[in-house]
C-alpha cells in the first residue's frame, strides 16, 4: 500500500505527520512517546524525528507500506505549541477525554 506523509522540519527538530488511524492500524499508538505531538482537532500525531518517526516507518515497511514524504520547513514552526502526544495507557483519555 502507497502512503505519503508530510515532514516538518524547524532549526531544531523534525516530526512526521501521521493521522491516528495509521497508528491504529499497525498497533502502534500506544508505543509513542510524549517527545512527539498530537492535534486532538484533527486526529494527527506529530512524531518526532529520533524515535518515533524511525520506529513508525520501519512498522510501516515491515508490514509492507510503500511510504513516500512531503518535506516542510518552517522557522518558527506550529508544532512545537501542540500537546505532547498522549503516552501509555491513559492516552484515550488524554486525547480525547474517554476512558482509557
Known amino acids: 500500500m502507497d502512503r505519503t506523509y508530510k515532514s516538518?522540519?524547524?532549526?531544531?527538530?523534525?516530526?512526521?505527520?501521521?493521522p491516528?488511524?495509521?497508528?491504529?492500524?499497525?498497533?502502534?499508538?500506544?508505543?509513542?512517546?510524549p517527545y512527539s505531538y498530537f492535534d486532538k482537532e484533527t486526529s494527527l500525531a506529530y512524531l518526532e524525528?529520533?524515535?518515533?518517526?524511525s520506529n513508525f516507518v520501519a512498522s510501516a515497511r515491515a508490514?509492507?507500506?510503500v511510504l513516500t514524504f512531503d518535506s516542510h520547513y518552517?522557522?518558527?514552526?506550529?508544532i512545537r505549541g501542540l500537546p505532547s502526544?498522549?503516552?501509555?495507557?491513559d492516552w484515550k483519555a488524554r486525547a480525547y477525554g474517554g476512558a482509557a
Open 63 to 65: 508490514a509492507g507500506w
Open 20 to 33: 491516528m488511524s495509521d497508528l491504529f492500524e499497525l498497533g502502534i499508538a500506544d508505543a509513542i512517546s
Open 74 to 78: 518552517r522557522e518558527n514552526i506550529w
Open 49 to 53: 524525528e529520533d524515535l518515533d518517526a
Open 85 to 89: 502526544y498522549p503516552a501509555g495507557d
Open 8 to 18: 516538518f522540519e524547524d532549526p531544531g527538530h523534525g516530526w512526521l505527520e501521521v
